[in-house]
């Protein structure tokens, strides 16, 4: 936490040290008690720090080491070595794999099988082996196939339709049926949508308007009415806006200098809200809306994958 006025700038080099640091900071308790969140951290940090025009900061071939340690009988991938597999985990390992550009170490078929036997007859997908069914997920197993160029191993029509059972009369979307609509769950749900190329079932006026209705006056946006502020739901809500060709809907000078002003001025990285203590998931979600927003010197992420937009074209086009 720092107690400095408020940077107006991107604090590049702090948050770089920041990102490259945390995997030299075993000893401390956080680092133990994060354990199980492993493998997304180092797609939060990866992802950053090459937005940032920095990849090479991680030795390549050690975190391709560990993400292939991280895969399990059974295909999919756990949070560390021999963890149980969930899908998240086998999201961000695909996707660590797709930036470093070393899909073809996997062995793509097991992923396929570990994702397809998450689908159920509903269109719906768990998570694990243990059945939680959330839109989450259904965002998480479309990434991945497509990622893999596998999209043809699940029925994506009725895939689509539960997405769209699972939309809300104010044209959000929530985790299951019935359920509040919430900015991550929109990010989960337009994403898989237009990654699947059915962004016609969206009411993007409705949605839009109700996306940009999360701004405060402080310039932050919130993830549904009457909740605070968190730099987080730069990602979730611009994305989202940045789907539906919405973003001029906001204030985007006033949300630019929001997440600059939950930089850490001392350690690095980027605090959920200023004051607050960085973190990796806030740094990368705080640079990827910069670059969203248009802020100079940062590579174009792409706003349905939360990845960096060359990446994307190298493997789909
Ligand atoms: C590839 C970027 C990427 C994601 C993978 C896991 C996932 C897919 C998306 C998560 C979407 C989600 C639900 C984000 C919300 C995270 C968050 C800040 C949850 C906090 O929710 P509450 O209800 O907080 O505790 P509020 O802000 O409503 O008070
Ligand atoms: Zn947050």
């Known amino acids: 936490m720092s107690s400095e006025a408020s940077p107006t700038e991107l604090l590049r080099e702090l948050h770089v040290q920041f990102i490259v640091g945390l995997d030299k900071r075993k000893d401390e308790f956080e680092y133990w008690a994060s354990e199980h969140l492993r493998l997304n951290g180092v797609y939060w940090g990866l992802t950053a720090l090459d937005l940032m025009n920095r990849k090479d900061e991680l030795a390549k071939e050690d975190v391709i080491d560990f993400v292939l340690s991280c895969q399990q009988d059974n295909g999919g991938f756990g949070g560390m070595t021999d963890h149980d597999a969930h899908l998240l985990y086998t999201l961000s390992a695909i996707q660590i794999l797709a930036t470093l550009d070393a899909i073809d170490r996997l062995d793509v078929e097991k992923v396929v099988e570990f994702v397809k036997s998450l689908s159920r007859p509903d269109g719906s997908f768990a998570g694990d082996e243990w059945g939680e069914v959330d839109t989450r997920f259904t965002y998480c197993a479309l990434s991945c196939l497509s990622l893999l160029n596998r999209l043809d191993a699940v029925d994506v029509k009725k895939t689509v339709e539960y997405i769209d059972s699972c939309r809300n009369f104010d044209g959000g979307y929530g985790s299951v049926p019935g359920a509040e609509s919430h900015a991550g769950q929109i ?11 059915s962004l016609h079932l969206v009411d993007a006026d409705q949605l839009g308007w109700w996306l940009a209705e999360r701004q405060l006056k402080n310039g932050g ?4 009415p009457e909740k605070l502020e968190d730099v987080c739901y730069s990602w979730w809500v611009i994305s989202a806006l940045a789907i539906l060709d919405r973003t001029h809907w906001i204030n985007k000078q006033k949300l630019t200098e929001f997440i600059l002003s ?3 001025t001392e350690t690095g990285g980027i605090a959920d809200r200023p004051g607050d203590y960085p973190d990796v998931f806030h740094t990368l979600f705080g640079v990827a809306g910069l670059s969203l927003l248009g802020y100079e010197g940062l590579k174009a992420v792409d706003p349905r994958y939360c990845m960096p937009r060359y990446v994307i074209e190298r493997i789909i086009g």
Do not use: E, K, P
């Open 221 to 224: 946006l919130n993830g549904r």
């Open 262 to 264: 939950s930089q850490d």
């Open 187 to 197: 990010f989960c749900c337009v994403g898989a949508l237009a990654i699947v190329n």
